[in-house]
C-alpha cells in the first residue's frame, strides 16, 4: 500500500505543470483556458475557462473566435431527463461579483471546423468578446484527451 501511493506521488511529480493562464480585461479575469486533444480534425474541439467578473456591473460573453476553427460557437448543456442535449448559447451572462465557469456538463465553447487537429502541448489562442469589457484574446492550453482542466490552485475543481 505504501508502495502504491509513493509511485502515485512519483507519477504526479513527474507529470509536466500545465500552465495556467491568467489574463484581466477591465473588471474581468480570465482564467485558465484550456482544449483538450482531438484525434483528428473532423470532430468539433471544446474550451473551456473560469471568468470572475470583479466589477459592480454586469457583462456577458457574447462570442469567442479563433484561427483554430472556423465555426466556433457558445453552447450550454443541459440535462433533461437524464439526457444530456447541447443548445446554442447567444450569450453568457457574467453577473457581478461572481464566477462563471465554461467547463464540462455546462456552458462552454464548441469549436466546429477544425483547421488541424488539436495535439497534447500545444496551446492557440482565442478572443473573447464581451459586452462591456470589449475583446481580449487569451491562449489556450492543449491538454490531453481525457483531462479535465488544467491546476488552477484552489479555485479550480
Ligand atoms: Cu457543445
Redesign the pocket.
Known amino acids: 500500500m505504501k508502495t502504491h501511493i509513493l509511485s502515485a506521488l512519483i507519477l504526479m511529480a513527474s507529470s509536466p505543470a500545465i500552465a495556467c493562464e491568467s489574463t484581466s480585461i477591465g473588471d474581468l479575469s480570465v482564467v485558465g483556458p484550456w482544449s483538450r486533444a482531438t484525434i483528428g480534425a473532423g470532430r ?1 474541439a ?1 474550451f473551456y475557462v473560469a471568468i470572475t467578473n470583479g466589477g459592480a456591473s454586469d457583462d456577458a460573453l457574447l462570442a469567442i473566435s479563433t484561427p483554430a476553427a472556423n465555426m466556433p ?1 457558445l ?1 450550454e ?1 443541459i440535462v433533461t431527463d437524464g439526457v444530456a442535449s ?1 443548445l446554442h448559447a447567444m450569450s453568457i451572462p457574467l453577473p457581478a461579483g461572481q464566477t462563471v465557469q465554461l467547463a464540462p456538463g455546462g456552458y ?1 465553447g ?1 469549436l466546429m471546423g477544425l483547421t488541424a487537429a488539436l495535439k497534447e502541448g500545444e496551446t492557440f489562442p482565442i478572443t473573447l468578446t464581451f459586452e462591456v469589457a470589449g475583446d481580449v484574446t487569451v491562449n489556450v492550453a492543449v491538454l490531453s484527451l481525457r483531462a479535465e482542466g488544467p491546476d488552477c490552485g484552489t479555485d479550480g475543481q
Open positions: 468539433p471544446v460557437m453552447h448543456t447541447m462552454h464548441m
